[in-house]
């Protein structure tokens, strides 16, 4: 399975962006999906997952600003941000687990990731 995100660039505090992810290869073993960030010198953050079903979880950092979606069709998952703060700068990952741990050497694939920048 590949992943690529998309999405990322500079916006200014309290702005939106919309990040896309796109899964290729073996997508029939895809099941749940989520997305990480990175800030620099910090540790991978998880920041939301959605399951096959569309059941959906938020880190507490972002909850009620940020909506992870997908279209299965298509093999896409989105995260849709809003009211983004300057501390939500980092580059964010897509990721899809081994198994049930969301925890980052879970991970049975990532993509390579995309800069968001939020300016205050």
């Known amino acids: 399975v590949q992943l690529q995100a998309s999405g990322g660039g500079l916006v200014q505090a309290g702005g939106s962006l919309r990040l896309s992810c796109v899964a290729s290869g073996s997508t029939l073993s895809v099941n749940t999906m989520g997305w990480y960030r990175q800030a620099p010198g910090k540790q991978r953050e998880l920041v939301a997952t959605i399951t096959s079903g569309g059941i959906t979880n938020y880190a507490d950092s972002v909850k009620g600003r940020f909506t992870i979606s997908r279209d299965s069709a298509k093999n896409l998952v989105y995260l849709q941000m809003d009211s983004l703060k300057p501390e939500d700068t980092a580059v964010y990952y897509c990721?899809?687990?081994?198994?049930?741990?969301?925890?980052?050497?879970?991970?049975?694939?990532w993509g390579k990731g995309t800069q968001v920048t939020v300016s205050s």
């Open positions: 990721a899809v687990p081994g198994g049930s741990s969301w925890t980052p050497d879970a991970m049975d694939y």
